[in-house]
Each structure stands twice: as C-alpha cells, then as structure tokens.
C-alpha cells in the first residue's frame, strides 16, 4: 500500500539512504549531523547554520551562494537546527527541479551539480587561513543568532512552550534550548567555531538522505566519489540514563507580562518513548486526548465551553513528554486547568468508545499517510527510526496502531503524570487596548 | 468535462461548470496517497457593503462577519462537522481571507464521502442564537491571540497604512466589540448571497478517477434547489492611488522591533491580462532586489539592519495589489529610511538580459517545486480561476515576459507617494 522504498547502505564513513519515487517533481538531498545535546557546544551548533549560510570558498558571500541557487533553477537551501529528545541535529537541506521537467538544451546534469554543491557548502565554508571562519561573518551572525534568541520572547506560544520545558526539565539535557544561550555568545569566535565544526564533521552521526526520481545507481557512485570522511557510526544505544522523574505534587508556574491573551501549558511526563512497544498506543492516547479537533480537549475546553480558540496536545516522542497547550482568558486560568485536568482522568478511567478509538486511529494512520506524502514528511518520519535506533518498517508500526485496544491506552494512561502547569497571564490592572501613537 | 494537458509540467485537468453554476476542477493524481479537496467562495471580509440576495437596496454588515460564518457552517443542529470528518478519517479546516472563505479537508482514503461531506456541510447551513452567542467567546480568544502577535499586526498595520477607503483595511476577523453585535439572521443574509454555486469553485487534487468523481459531484448537486442568482452587486469606496498615511507607529511590548515598508501597488480592478503580467512582474522585480540573492537584501544586511525573518511578499487581487517589505530590525527608524531611499533608486534601474533569465529559471523552478504541493495546486488553481487566468498556464507566461516588459515596470514601479512604513516598538 505505502509501501516506502528505502536502500540503506553504510559507506564512506556514512549511511545513504535512498528512496526512489516519481511522485514529485523535485529531487531532495537531507545531510543529517547529529550529536547528544551539550551545554558547553548548544550556541556554536546553533550558531553554525547561520555562519554556513553566508558562503564557501568558490561563492564566498551570501549573494553570490544564492545566485547560484537561482541559476539551478531556483534551488533551495536551508540549513537548520533542531532538538530531538537528547540529540541535537544540523539538516542540510537541498532541493533541485527534476531535469526531465525542464527544457534544458544543454546537457548539464543538475543532480551532479546539485552534489557538489552540497558538498561545497558542508566541506568547504569560506576560511580564513583554512583554520577559521571569516570574523566578520561570525561577528554578524552572533548578532543574528541573538536576536533569534531574543525574538522568542514575542512569541507567546513558543516563550510558553520554552518556559514550561525549562522549568519542568531542570536539571535534565533537555532542558537546553535548541538555539542556545545569549550569554554564551560573546565566547565565540571565529576560530573557536571552526575548530567545533571540524570536529562536527568527523564525530557527528551522519545520515545523508536523497528522495526522487534517480538512476539509483548512478547516484550511489557520484555520492561515493562526491562525500568521504573517516568516521564509523556508531551502532551503540545513545539513550542516557536519566532516571524517571515523577513529582509527587505538580509544580505550579505563572509568569506575569503585558498579554492581551493568557497561555495554559501543561507538561506531563508519558515515561513511554518512540522506541518502546507501547509507543504506539501511546499515540493512540494523544489522538483521543488532544491531537485532533474530534479530541477531548477541542471538544471541553473549546467547543463546550468557549474558554478557548485552541486547546491541543502534543507529543514530545523522543523525550517522552506530552504537552498540553491553549489560548485563554487570563481570569479562565482555574476553570481551564480543571477542564484540562478532567479529560485526562477520564482517560485514565476508559472513558471513551470503541468506535472513537477505532476512529483515532483512523486519523492517525491518515495522517501518517499525508506525512509519507510529502518529501521532507517522508525524511523526517524516516530519521526517527535513526534516532531511536529502531527498524520498523511503516507498514509493521501501521499495524501495531491497529492493534492497540482500550485496555492498551488505560494502561498507557496510567503511566501518564502530571509534572508542571505554566501559566503566561496578564499583569494586574493591564489595560485591553494596546496604545496608537 | 473539459480536459486540458500540460505536457511540459506533466499535469491534467478536467473543469466543467455545473448546471446549477458551481465551477469545478479535478486533478487526479494516482500516484499520490493524499487527496485535498477544496470548496472556496468568491467572499472575504472585505465584502462588507453589498445587495443582498433577492432586494434592492445595499447594505453594510458588521466587520468580520466573513470570518464568522466560517466558523459556524461547522456547526449543524445535531451535530459537530469535525465529526463527521473524523469518521471518514480526514482533516477538515476552513480559513477566511480579504476576499475567499475556502473549506478543506485533506484524506487518504473514503475520498468521494469525504467530498460530499465537505459540499453538503458547507451548502446546508445552520444557525441559532445560541449557537451564534457561543462563538464569541472562541473567536474573542482568536482575536486576542493576534493581538499579541508582532508579525500579524505588522501585517494589517502596513495594510491600513496603505488603505485609507478599501475595506481590506478591515482586520479579516473583525474586532471583539464588531463580532458582539453579529446575529444568526446577519449570518442568513451573507451566506444566502455569497455562498450561492455560481460564486464558488471546488477543486480536488489527488488520488481518484476523474470521470466518476464528476459524475458524483453533478449528482450530488443534482439533489438542491438553489434559487435563480443574479451578479452579486457589491459596492466599494473609490480608493486613491496613493497610500493613506505615510508611517504608522504601533505600541506593543516587543523585544525587537519590526519594521515593513509597504508598497501600494493597484487599486482598480485588472483585466485578466495585465493581472498577471502584473503579478508575475512584481514577484520577479521584488526578488531580483530582496532574495538572499538580491543587491539591496545585501546592502540591508551589511548595514546590521536586517534580521533572520526578513521577508517579503506580493499580491494581487480582485481590486487591490500591494507589496510588504520588513521583518525585525534594531533600528526601525534607519531601516525605514534606507529602505525609501533603496526604493526609490529604482527608477533608474535596470535589468540585464542575463539576470532577467536567471530571474525567469527561478521563478519556473520554484514554481515547480510549489506544484508539489496538493495545496498548493488547488489553492493557485481556484485564485488564478476567480481572476481569470489558467494557473497552468503560468510556466508559459512566465518563460514569454520580455526584458522590456520588465525593465517597463521598473521605471514607473515605485513613486514616493505609494510607500507606507508600519513600525512596531516596545515604547
């Protein structure tokens, strides 16, 4: 059915996986570089995609790397950073038109091209004297990377989100932010962060991902003779052994700002992670609690109740977290949390049917079919499997959601505890208006 | 049915009109796992002054009620339409925009039940007082949202800077005090007008058989009664062609502050063909400067004026057209400044044959990296469609626009006098 056509193979210091299709009229290269979170390296690994952006030896400032972009018929590059349960990953992203779509008279091969210049821009940034990034770069790019930083703060759901993780992951890897530390910024420079990058390359797990229409073979031989490091993946479990922290009361948070709208974040620990069998009914959960507009939380906080335009939950896959998140009144803060706070006992109690279940999962398996319908959907869902270190193919993972039963999810529910309550609300007296000049 | 092939991009498309006046387009694609449908009417919140359906007389309805009938077509007497998609297992949204109300879902699997779903909940509406009174409260929070919102009030902020007539100035859900005063017989009147077939357009991308998915909508439409419509009289003020104010200053507790530079670009209606040319230009001209790959984003950037969100975006549409330039800058007073003095210096710009090309390459590459995307496809397919322009037949037009045309534009493209500047500051 959606059956997923993924080759594997371990070289180069590498693992290339390959997936064949002709539903797109692009082709997708993904470089993955993936290390355990760390609190002395976060802001250079954060820093990096910023500074790799700005140019490489042969297309040496930002506009000349983007010009020849455009001249492959508007290519895409984007290079990011994100938190995985306890890794941190660098993506490399390239996205090339299909040749077959294009009228090219000349016979160029922008596939080919597409490969040296991601290798250009990995293995070649622009260098100072071949041990430094340019420090005019650096120098601006921290600034960009500390607005970044500071621009969060006018994101109210993200600011939440970043605060209730913060509080509630004390003392834990996770709790370093994806983007890093303002304050760490000023030890950076130039040859400090090249020096990390160097070791990014060679120590790094590294996954390279190439999803289109291609002659498979032809593509593994230019990717062989295009992209070499020494390194040896490591097959070893990554999962650290950070114990189980259950809270015997919930900690209560609230933050006061000048919002004209309150955000209500709740974190509960699932202590069930993608790996482990009972994942899947743990998804099942999330889809009858919070993840759907048909959820219990959509249904009470919204639809009932008016309190709210949403009311969600998500998962935290890696971690094993669930995040409940919603936009309310500030003086709804008591009634909301105990609406939310209900619907997660009346799962615990089985209060639902089976042809809800049997519905959830129909919407699950629904979206997870959207996701494989979609070249960076099919990457990331893949990428998962690496980062837990599992190997289930999708139809297997597809069939363990079917099987899932009630008795399933009451046991999984009864695994779920509330950890922390976060609460961004209006300071006292605010007036509702904002002001015109 | 009609068949069109576009062999270059590889792409079919059926269209027929119904009887009973709905447009419809199918594009079948059996490749794909996904099918996105698509059920749009031509009515925005900027069609606040109207003649109702079957009367004489104009008149003007409470702002954001657009928005608000959005959100209650999903609510029938006995039951939540989230449901019943959620049965057929697929996700439905809805959004308004200045000038659409667009209803979708997205499915892989039961796709002709899903399409009937979608054109029976949105053609059989039902309103109640209660039900109507219950809504405030959700869209109240809506509203509140945006407000906290930097990005979001940039955006309307620039809007109204530029629009001192034209209800596009109107924020699309309206305001809390607007929304208080809507009532179920002000829902009646706007969807009995608005929502009629000849005024709207359904558009399905994905995995089905083109003939009998026509055939299953004809009969689906084949079951109402709809009575007979005229054109739709809607009435909007005269709008001058220069901007309303030259520079907005809004108050919000930001840490970094934003600035957009806006750029009023149309205020008549277009004929079909100067509408692309149009739009298509405007695009090409503003990522010839602006992209990574552009001389002023360059010069932005050097001067320690620009952020990591800097953006901008184009459009044009029905009688409106505009172009926001901006993100967040530490000095919104400087970036306001360079970036006039930048607009300005086009006048005397202009484009070589060669970086027209690369232009052109871009813009067919992305587009077609954009036709990836079923959303997209239907998305592009029933705007260009309202606006009178085959959607794929953009690939011809955009490799057909000559150097001249281009280099035409420029020279008139900004005047002083079309540019606002929306700032939003902590103090």
């Not at chain 1, 040749?99 to 100072?128: C, G, H, M, Q």
């Not at chain 1, 993972?397 to 039963?405: A, D, G, K, L, P």
């Not at chain 2, 040319?277 to 405007?282: F, I, N, P, V």
């Amino acid at each position: 059915m959606d059956a997923i056509n993924e080759k594997t193979i371990v070289t180069n210091g590498f693992r290339l996986h390959m997936i064949p299709t002709t539903k797109y009229k692009t082709i997708h290269f993904v470089v993955k570089f993936k290390a355990l979170l760390n609190r002395e390296t976060i802001t250079t690994r954060a820093l990096l995609p910023y500074v790799l952006r700005q140019g490489t030896e042969n297309y040496p400032t930002e506009r000349k790397l983007q010009i020849k972009l455009d001249e492959l018929y508007g290519a895409t590059l984007s290079i990011d950073a994100a938190k995985k349960g306890n890794h941190h990953i660098i993506s490399f992203r390239l996205e090339v038109a299909n040749d077959k779509l294009i009228n090219e008279t000349n016979n160029r091969s922008l596939i080919e091209e597409a490969i040296n210049f991601l290798k250009e821009v990995i293995f070649a940034p622009k260098t100072v004297e071949q041990k430094s990034f340019d420090p005019q770069i650096v120098e601006r790019e921290k600034k960009t990377l500390q607005h970044k930083i500071q621009a969060i703060a006018d994101d109210k759901m993200a600011y939440a989100n970043m605060r209730l993780i913060s509080e509630m992951c004390a003392g834990e890897l996770y709790e370093i932010p994806v983007y890093g530390y303002e304050k760490d910024l000023g030890n950076i420079t130039a040859t400090s962060a090249y020096e990390y990058y160097q070791n990014m390359l060679t120590e790094d797990d590294l996954d390279i991902y190439i999803l289109g229409d291609f002659d498979q073979q032809l593509l593994q031989n230019t990717i062989s003779a295009t992209f070499q490091r020494d390194h040896q993946p490591t097959e070893h479990d990554v999962e650290l052994t950070e114990g189980a922290t259950i809270r015997k009361d919930v900690k209560e948070v609230i933050e006061k700002q000048p919002v004209q709208q309150a955000k209500l974040h709740l974190g509960y620990r699932t202590n069930t992670t993608f790996r482990d069998e009972d994942y899947a009914a743990l998804q099942v959960f999330n889809g009858l609690y919070g993840s759907f507009p048909s959820s219990k939380l959509f249904i009470n906080v919204r639809e009932k109740n008016s309190l709210a335009y949403y009311a969600a939950s998500r998962l935290e896959s890696h971690k094993g977290l669930l995040i409940v998140f919603s936009g309310i009144a500030s003086e709804d803060y008591e009634k909301a949390r105990e609406i939310i706070e209900l619907q997660m006992e009346a799962m615990k109690k089985g209060d639902f049917t089976e042809q809800e279940l049997s519905e959830t999962k129909g919407l699950i398996m629904s979206s997870l079919r959207e996701t494989l319908d979609h070249p960076q959907g099919t990457i990331e869902l893949l990428y998962q499997q690496v980062i837990a270190n599992t190997k289930l193919t999708i139809n297997e993972y597809f069939e363990r959601i079917n099987q899932v039963t009630k008795e399933d999810i009451i046991k999984i529910a009864e695994k779920i505890h509330e950890d922390t309550v976060y609460l961004l609300t209006a300071e006292e007296g605010q007036t509702d208006e904002e002001n015109e000049l | 049915m009609k068949k069109m092939n576009y062999e270059m991009i590889q792409e079919t498309v059926y269209s027929k009109i119904l009887p009973n006046g709905l447009t419809v387009y199918l594009i079948p694609k059996r490749e794909r796992a996904k099918t996105y449908g698509l059920f749009t009417t031509n009515y925005g919140s900027m069609d606040q002054t109207f003649v109702p359906i079957g009367e004489e007389e104009p008149i003007t309805v409470p702002d954001g009620i657009a928005h608000f009938l959005e959100h209650k077509l999903f609510e029938k007497e006995d039951r939540d339409v989230f449901a019943d998609f959620g049965r057929l297992g697929a996700s439905p949204n809805a959004y308004t925009s200045f000038t659409k109300t667009a209803y979708l879902f997205s499915a892989t699997d039961n796709i002709e039940a899903n399409v009937e779903t979608l054109l029976d909940f949105v053609q059989d509406p039902y309103f109640s007082e209660a039900s109507v009174e219950k809504e405030k409260g959700i869209i109240t929070q809506e509203i509140k949202m945006y407000d906290d919102q930097p990005d979001w009030q940039s955006f309307i902020g620039t809007v109204q800077g530029m629009f001192k007539n034209h209800p596009i100035k109107i924020d699309i859900a309206g305001t809390v005090e607007s929304i208080q005063t809507i009532t179920k017989d002000d829902l009646y009147t706007c969807y009995h007008t608005f929502y009629h077939p000849t005024n709207m357009t359904l558009c399905v991308v994905g995995n089905f058989e083109a003939e009998e998915m026509m055939t299953f909508i004809e009969e689906n439409q084949m079951k109402k009664q709809f009575v007979q419509a005229n054109e739709i009289k809607r009435s909007f003020p005269e709008e001058p062609a220069e901007v309303a104010m030259k520079e907005r200053k809004i108050v919000m507790p930001v840490s970094i502050a934003q600035c957009t530079v806006g750029v009023k670009e149309v205020t008549t209606k277009l004929s079909a063909e100067e509408f692309i040319k149009r739009d298509l230009l405007q695009e090409i001209i503003l990522d010839y400067y602006f992209s990574k790959a552009g001389k002023f984003y360059e010069k932005l950037y050097d001067e320690n004026l620009i952020s990591s969100n800097f953006s901008f975006s184009t459009t044009v549409d029905r009688n409106f057209g505009y172009s926001l330039i901006g993100g967040q800058t530490t000095e919104p007073d400087r970036f306001a400044d360079k970036m006039i003095e930048l607009l300005l210096s086009t006048n005397d710009d202009s484009l070589s044959e060669e970086t027209f090309l690369r232009l052109k390459n871009k813009k067919l590459g992305r587009l077609l990296r954009a036709m990836n995307s079923l959303e997209y496809l239907a998305n592009e397919t029933i705007h260009y469609h309202i606006n009178g322009i085959d959607f794929f037949q953009l690939s011809d037009i955009i490799q057909s626009l000559t150097l001249d045309e281009a280099n035409d534009f420029l020279k008139d493209w900004i005047t002083e006098d079309k540019l606002t500047v929306c700032k939003i500051v902590a103090k």
